[in-house]
T-cell receptor
Framework: RKEVEQDPGPFNVPEGATVAFNCTYS??????FFWYRQDCRKEPKLLMS???SGNEDGRFTAQLNRASQYISLLIRDSKLSDSATYLC????????????FGSGTRLQVQP | GAGVSQSPSNKVTEKGKDVELRCDPI?????LYWYRQRLGQGLEFLIY????????KSGLPSDRFSAERTGESVSTLTIQRTQQEDSAVYLC????????????FGPGTRLLVL
């Protein structure tokens, strides 16, 4: 089982739609969670951290479910500019202190 | 302020040649990471440096890959005797502290091995 798993998509949605992505992680000791965004042929950039109580940043809402070991990202009122690959990122605990990246979920918002 | 920079931005080389990729992290960032991303794939961790501690090399795919970092500054990733399967984008990231902190990525070096 991969340490971090995501549905690769693509998710094709019309402008204005609400779309949600889930990501599961295997290490229950994971401590930090993030969503990164990667545009085509660009480097990943932090979209938002994911806090235990859930957090919102404008049209984006992130949730963490430790019991089921998944995090989610909800995008409301999708814009064309939201089209990108969304990477789920998890710190897999002690030892190797690098973040583990999921393979990403591709979102295509259509006019 | 300046972000993470990498050079060269693109590199085309012949199979069997050695290549060196450079990363300049954000000033003051103690942690530096190298990742590899093959076309259409996710990020693959290669190596991580934290201050003066011994680097975590657990992600290096073979002994043809090595990396160095001078103090808390520049890092060089070296691939010896390149193979076609080494073709990928090599991304460098830095963070103020390891693990918990946001990683800031450079634009990457696109390596093509012919």
């Amino acid at each position: 089982r991969k340490e971090v798993e995501q549905d690769p998509g693509p998710f094709n949605v019309p402008e204005g739609a609400t779309v949600a992505f889930n990501c599961t992680y295997s290490n229950s000791a994971s401590q930090s969670f993030f969503w990164y965004r990667q545009d085509c042929r660009k480097e990943p950039k932090l979209l938002m951290s994911v806090y235990s109580s859930g957090n919102e940043d404008g049209r984006f809402t992130a949730q963490l479910n430790r019991a089921s070991q998944y995090i989610s990202l909800l995008i409301r009122d999708s814009k064309l500019s939201d089209s990108a690959t969304y990477l789920c990122v998890v710190n897999v605990g002690t030892g190797r202190r690098a973040l583990t990246f999921g393979s990403g979920t591709r979102l295509q918002v259509q006019p | 302020g300046a972000g993470v920079s990498q050079s060269p931005s693109n590199k085309v080389t012949e199979k069997g040649k050695d290549v060196e990729l450079r990363c300049d992290p954000i000033s003051g960032h103690t942690a530096l990471y190298w990742y590899r991303q093959r076309l259409g794939q996710g990020l693959e961790f290669l190596i991580y440096f934290q201050g003066n501690s011994a680097p975590d090399k657990s992600g290096l795919p073979s002994d043809r890959f090595s990396a160095e970092r001078t103090g808390e500054s520049v890092s060089t990733l070296t691939i010896q005797r390149t193979q076609q399967e080494d073709s990928a984008v090599y991304l460098c990231a830095s963070s103020f502290l390891a693990g918990q902190e946001t990683q800031y990525f450079g634009p990457g070096t696109r390596l093509l091995v012919l």
